[in-house]
């Protein structure tokens, strides 16, 4: 069956960096874009960074450019995201997911905190 297993997250100071990884298994991951999202708490789940199946191309909302950087390794079946001058308001649980003719995949997620 499909998994993906977020890993990473944790406690940050603001200005820190993060590297998020999502683990997949269960399906053909080189054939499919991979997503990041994050959930902050009381506000709907928001689209954080996109990458093609190939890895040559990405896409991000805005309030994450020039800090976040998407990638996979096709061998590993991985996917990541690297997060760096880490804001307060990037505080959310992160979730990578899939979505597959098959179906749409999501995992457990990982909480991000940044704080002082």
């Known amino acids: 069956q499909v998994q993906l297993v977020e890993s990473g997250g944790g406690l940050v100071q603001p200005g820190g960096s993060l590297r998020l990884s999502c683990a997949a298994s269960?399906?053909?991951?080189?054939?499919?874009?991979m997503r990041w999202y994050r959930q902050a708490p009381g506000k709907e789940r928001e689209l954080v960074a996109v990458?093609?199946?190939?890895?040559?191309?990405?896409n991000y909302v805005d309030s994450v450019k020039g800090r976040f950087t998407i990638s996979r390794d096709n061998a590993k079946n991985t996917v990541y995201l690297q997060m760096n001058s880490l804001k307060p308001e990037d505080t959310a649980v992160y979730y990578c997911n899939a979505a597959t003719p098959y179906g749409t995949y999501w995992g457990q997620g990982t909480q991000v905190t940044v704080s002082s």
């Open positions: 990458i093609t199946s190939a890895g040559d191309s990405t």
């Open positions: 269960g399906f053909t991951f080189i054939s499919y874009v």
